[in-house]
Nanobody, 123 residues
Framework: VQLQASGGGLVQAGDSLRLACEVS????????AAWFRQAPGKERELVAT????????YYADSAKGRFTISRDNAKRTVWLQMTNLKPEDTGVFYC?????????????????WGQGTQVTVSS
């Protein structure tokens, strides 16, 4: 299973970005997916996760009300729509997938990872 993340960039505080993660797996609906962020010198942390059907989601407190995770299983793509970006959102964003339809919080629960896309928010 291969994941390809895209959509990162350099933006100003208050701007929006939409990240995309394309997945090679044809049975993608059987996989939960997630976005994680890793800031310099910090551990990788969950931003948002979504179950295989797309009906269940979970957000980190820092993402609630600003970020939206969604997926289209026919397109084998997961998106992270980010609004009202803040400098503390800066980091490398990774998409991940796990061989279960149930979402999970820990990065250790995920089996497959994309290469990461850099998001930098200037103040």
């Amino acid at each position: 299973v291969q994941l390809q993340a895209s959509g990162g960039g350099l933006v100003q505080a208050g701007d929006s970005l939409r990240l995309a993660c394309e997945v090679s797996e044809r049975t993608f609906s059987r996989f939960a997916a997630a976005w994680f962020r890793q800031a310099p010198g910090k551990e990788r942390e969950l931003v948002a996760t979504i179950g295989g059907s797309g009906s269940r989601t979970y957000y980190a407190d820092s993402a609630k009300g600003r970020f939206t995770i969604s997926r289209d299983n026919a397109k084998r793509t997961v998106w992270l729509q980010m609004t009202n970006l803040k400098p503390e959102d800066t980091g490398v964003f990774y998409c991940a997938a796990r061989t279960s339809m149930q979402w999970a919080i820990s990065p250790f629960e995920y089996d497959y990872w994309g290469q990461g896309t850099q998001v930098t928010v200037s103040s």
